[in-house]
């Protein structure tokens, strides 16, 4: 999927998550990091979709894969190297995770969240970044972190028609 797209329903996340597990590689290669076993399983189930997903939803299905409970800081552990590395945005609003678009460019967070689907699409609009940080800084701000979040609907979901009640 490309940056700031929404999938359409047909959409093979098998490949979305091939790209994510590659360049998570390489990225944790360069970096002298070891994307470990729980790591790995952990990027692959945010990566089956492109709905944030909360770490709840990543224990059950860890369960599922190994066939026995993970821990809940387990989880949490892994989520925050993923973050630590840019390989996995959080959605606040959501208290969920979403892989990265852009995965080892830094960049600020920028999200078009679907009220319909659910799904989320990356931006990275430096000029949205420049005018928050010029903002910040004329009123005496320092920023130490942005995560953007855009809610609405996808052009998927303003396409399916509405019941009628």
């Known amino acids: ?12 996340h098998g490949h979305c998550v091939a790209n994510a597990l590659a360049d998570a590689e390489t990225i944790c290669r360069a970096r002298g990091v070891r994307l470990t076993k729980q790591r790995r399983q952990v ?12 770490a709840y939803h990543i224990l059950a299905a ?8 993970a821990a809940p800081p387990t989880v949490y552990r892994a989520l925050d190297f993923l973050q630590a590395h840019g390989l996995v945005h959080k959605i606040e609003s ?19 969240i679907c009220e319909g689907c659910g799904n989320a699409a990356e931006i990275d609009s430096r000029t949205i970044t420049s005018v928050i940080e010029v903002q910040a800084k004329e009123v005496g701000f320092s920023v130490e972190g942005i995560t ?18």
């Open 1 to 12: 999927m490309q940056p700031g797209k929404f999938s359409e329903p047909t959409h093979d």
């Open 43 to 54: 990027l692959e189930i945010v990566w089956a979709g492109h709905a944030p997903v909360g």
């Open 62 to 69: 860890l369960s599922v894969l190994d066939g026995r409970a």
């Open 94 to 112: 959501r208290k969920a995770y979403v892989g990265c678009q852009n995965p080892g460019e830094a960049h600020v967070g920028q999200f078009l």
């Open 148 to 165: 953007l979040e855009v809610h609405g609907h996808c052009s998927i979901c303003l396409e399916i028609p509405k019941s009628k009640a």
